[in-house]
């Protein structure tokens, strides 16, 4: 199709040609606009007659090309006619000559009145192209980007557009091997992401945490792997600025407030072997001002110091020796993250975007915007299929998965309800409305595709960046504890929302009475953060595991009659016909196994991370102790504690589970969430046997009995 503008003549394929009728006025009756990229043309005809011809003759003439019949005649007639309206949406190809963003550029793709929309791909000269979605002529919707760099680079964002710039989640690939995975607005990093070196590129690091405008700023925690150090605190134009921490492999580490990249004014530093410095810095490091001194013995020093730590220190001040407040060890127990922003308010970023998420409708389209994609293609169709089922019981449409995943290999869902007259899954529906909230979270937290289970993710991963590793430290176990309990309390708060029939509406006051953080969200979660956190737990209560450990191997030496003797177990509660005697044995150095039942129920502590499923093994522990007392009475009897704590300690002893003050003390991260909420008896129970094998005198009463 040829166009003339006065001395200008341009021309155009026929399938980017689209044409429409004008309203009438009352100077200019007649007109018809012609639509082609980057522009557009009126047609005056003489009457309404005329307008009408040439409105059905482009429109015969665009219709025929597009389905590749060329031998139309000029005024109607003839075998080659057809008839209908061409479609406004339509594929095709054009090289843009005059738009300042696409100049020179080939798009291939979909077209909808002159403008990409749809699917296309756009190529400039310079290499750079794009291949995704386009809305109105504007990038908008999931797209990849690669733009060539330096030395046969190339940068590769896939992202979520709109309008024309980067804005929602992406992974983006740059050309000197840092990845950046995270949220975007206006084509810079923005809310939450992750950005990191490979590992053989110099400077190594990762940082995870929050962004503003392309800069590091909010909570964030940063790895300098070069020199084997953590910071987690908060930052500003990409610098250290704020409350912070600092920890290094070689296990010092500090707290206070940073400037600039430098920490400044009060402090504390600590080490491997547990001095503690409190005072005042002038830098990283350097001390400057009074300060307090503290050695693991409990020996102080105050005064005031200079000099850089390590570096030989100067002090003028006043050495205190060991008094009755002052314990040995108690520096071991020291916590970081006083001075650190609340837990509520250090991952925010992630939890906005699920709650920017639901305001939003919780429209399919805009999940992998708001929550994130996952890059895989190929996946188990086994583990599809459970999957599949799990998100039906939850309200989420599967039909259209297969269709909706696409190259990038994610799943749309939809939470809308089927309209009046559609038989849409009564049977599903009604099973969804019998499910507990708790039963629900579930069914969503394990599907990585389900918006809540892509929350889950995220929370992950912020945990790991900060706990596993250089982090797994036994001076952060305050601070990991408070994440987990905000995340699981957030968590409840947004799943009642999303599950909810409006995001305004909340659950029923019985309800929220039975349904607390550590009973539906908090059991869920801890699975997920449990690896780290019980090493923290573990090198926490690494001494007193050692004692208890020793106590274990002494009380092991004693034959069951002997230990039985020694904890001062009632002789009438002895299960001697558990004991297999020979005529010639004494029964005094008989080595079986009593209480057989209880000591591999107890066993079984260690193969779970549920909080619940521990609480029930040790209650089954207790049942299978009281049942072999009740076999040996011959009727039933209910153990006091008195006759209970040695028969428990009993059957710990013989149980030989490691580490087990981490697991008792992690296990009431679930049953005591405050200061407030007193422990669960089963587990002060638990505990008070684990503080009765730490004891010297017991160590040393087993050896004497084991060699009498």
Known sequence: MGVIQGSDANSYKLDTVWVESLPGTNSEKHQLKIIVPEEDFVLNAQDLKHKTLWLWKLNQAVLQHVQGQLNFPLWGGGEGQVSGTPQTSRFAVHTFVADSRFKGALYEGDWSWGKPH????MKWPDGRNYTGQFKEGQENGFGVYVCPGPEETFDCYKCHWEEGVMHGYGICEYGNSTTYKGYFRDNRRHGFGILCSSTSEKPAFKYTGHWEDDKKAGYGVFDDLDRGERYIGTWTENYKHGPGIVITQSGLCYEGKFHYNKMVGSGKILSEDDHVYEGEFSEELVLTGKGKLSFPNGYVIEGL?????????????VFSKLDEQTTPGVNSKLQLGSQIIAAEERWRGIYQQFEDFLKSGCVETSSESFLGFHSENSRDPRKNLKERESREEVGWDTESETAASGDQGYLYCDRQKPTEGENKSPEGSSRREELSLREQVRLALESAHHPLGKLLHMVTLTFQASYSGIGTYKRLLSLARQEVVTHAQTLLILSRRFFSTSPQNDVTSQDSEEQTPFTVTL?????????????????????GDALYWKGIVHLGLLPDLKLLEFLEVQKHLWPLQ????????????????????????????????????????????????????????????NLPMDDLLPLLVYVVSRASIQNSAARATSLSLSLAPSSETPLN???????????????????????????S
């Not at 110091?305 to 001040?317: C, D, P, Q, Y």
Request: glycine share 6%; hydrophobic share 35%; with cysteine.
């Open 118 to 121: 749809g699917r296309g791909t």
């Open 305 to 317: 110091f200079s000099n850089k730590w390590g570096s030989g220190l100067r002090t003028n001040g």
């Open 523 to 543: 059991p869920l979660l801890l699975p997920h953060l449990y690896p780290d956190l019980f090493m923290m737990y573990m090198l926490y209560h690494e001494p």
């Open 578 to 637: 558990d004991l297999h005697l020979t005529k010639n044995q004494r029964k005094s150095i008989v080595k079986d196994v009593c209480f057989e039942s209880a000591i591999e129920c107890l066993q079984k502590i260690s193969s779970t991370a549920d909080a619940q499923e521990k609480m029930d093994t040790i209650m089954k522990t207790y049942g299978e102790i009281e049942n072999t007392v009740t076999r040996v009475l011959r009727r039933e009897y």
């Open 681 to 707: 008896p089963n587990v002060l129970s638990l505990q008070s046997c684990y503080q009765h094998i730490q004891k010297e005198e017991i160590r040393l009463g087993a050896c004497l009995n084991s060699v």
